[in-house]
């Protein structure tokens, strides 16, 4: 499975079987090669103590952001270093949007790009994270 015909397919089979991201309410808004874009709402059970977004809710976003990207290849990746600076500040009832995209991409490792926005289009944080490229596919799923 080189090249996948279909990786909105992993994507949403990943996403099905990902009960983190699912109880998080994550969202999957678009699909492409190397590439994904996830949509969070935000509550108020995910607000820490000074009544902003807890900055593991946004690392989980974008770890989600990370796993499903670099899986569109159609071999499976699992993350290796993940690192995150919060720009803005995120309150209960912002709307987040996550968009990982793939900046290297090597046989064994691939970096993303994860840039999260609230609903007024500002950045909230910005997400750089490497994984390893097993060589196991999706035909066993799929």
């Known amino acids: 499975m080189k090249n996948p015909e279909n990786p909105q397919k992993i994507v949403e089979w990943m996403l099905k079987n990902d009960r983190f991201s699912n109880w998080l309410g994550i969202k999957l808004l678009s699909v492409e090669i190397g590439k994904v874009t996830l949509e969070l709402e935000i509550t108020d059970v995910m607000l820490n103590g000074f009544d902003i977004l807890h900055g593991g809710i946004a690392f989980a976003l974008a770890d989600s952001a990370l796993a499903f990207a670099s899986n569109t290849h159609g071999r499976r990746a699992v993350s290796l270093e993940a690192l995150i600076n919060y720009t803005a500040p995120v309150f209960a009832g912002d709307t987040l949007t996550a968009i990982a995209e ?40 799929l």
Not at 109 to 129: C, E, M, P, S, W
């Open 102 to 141: 793939e900046s290297n991409l090597t046989n064994n490792t691939a970096v993303y790009d994860i840039t999260i926005f609230n609903q007024h289009k500002r950045k909230v944080a910005l997400f750089r994270g490497t994984v390893y490229r097993t060589n196991k596919d999706y035909s066993d799923v």
